[in-house]
């Protein structure tokens, strides 16, 4: 069946380091690929996705390469603010349309 | 847009209740999604629904567990009857066939004792 692995947390880094978080994913087919991310209180929103190997999704600063060859989206950004502290969830779907398959979630906290 | 919007956000019930749980998507989609967030499990899919029928119900936990999805404009996940295992955080996410993207709504905190 269908899977994805992230990195555990927490992550916690100063304001302005590199961020990386892990993702890799087993599926069958084809997949598309996702980040979301999840705010103290909120739901889960989508910060980027890629459909296609290669595809490299980018917002908001954060980037994910879709990297066939190594069946991963791991998701980087340059210089985190105190703002980025979130859950960041990778999830993946090989329907056309419908079920999201997501990892455990990996909790970031930047400190000032 | 107002976005998804669910109620109640927070709900406490004793073991044993009935308890429903709503919501209203995003006008003009036709997908509807469930989901169950706890520490132990992570974020589970319960339900979807499409154009208003449910499309695949097999992460739904148990008989007591049911959901409906009357009209484009609303949906419930009722438990009946609630255990304190059940406490959990559960989303509901709207989308639309147009474009492969979920909007989750804020949740229901719901804390079973």
């Known amino acids: 069946g269908n899977s994805v692995t992230q990195m555990e947390g927490p992550v916690t880094l100063s304001e302005e380091a590199f961020l990386t978080i892990n993702c890799t994913y087993t599926a069958t087919g084809y997949p598309s690929l996702f980040w979301y991310v999840q705010y103290p209180g909120e739901g889960l929103q989508l910060l980027l996705k890629a459909t296609k190997a290669d595809d490299k999704g980018s917002n908001k600063g954060f980037e994910a390469t879709y990297r066939k060859e190594t069946t991963s989206f791991h998701l980087e950004k340059g210089s985190v603010q105190v703002s980025d502290s979130a859950v960041y969830f990778c999830a993946l779907s090989t329907d056309s349309w419908g079920k999201l398959q997501f990892g455990a979630g990996t909790q970031v906290v930047v400190t000032p | 847009d107002a976005g998804v919007i669910q109620s109640p956000r927070h709900e406490v019930t004793e073991m044993g209740q009935e308890v429903t749980l709503r919501c209203k998507p995003i006008s003009g989609h036709d997908y509807l999604f469930w989901y169950r967030q706890t520490m132990m499990r992570g974020l589970e899919l319960l339900i979807y629904f499409n154009n208003n029928v449910p499309i695949d119900d097999s992460g739904m936990p148990e008989d007591r567990f049911s959901a409906k999805m009357p009209n484009a404009s609303f949906s419930t996940l009722k438990i009946q009857p609630s255990e304190p295992r059940d406490s959990a955080v559960y989303f509901c996410?709207?989308?639309?066939?147009?474009?492969?993207?979920?909007?989750f709504g804020p949740g229901t905190r719901l804390t079973v004792l």
């Open positions: 996410a709207s989308g639309s066939s147009a474009y492969n993207e979920q909007f």
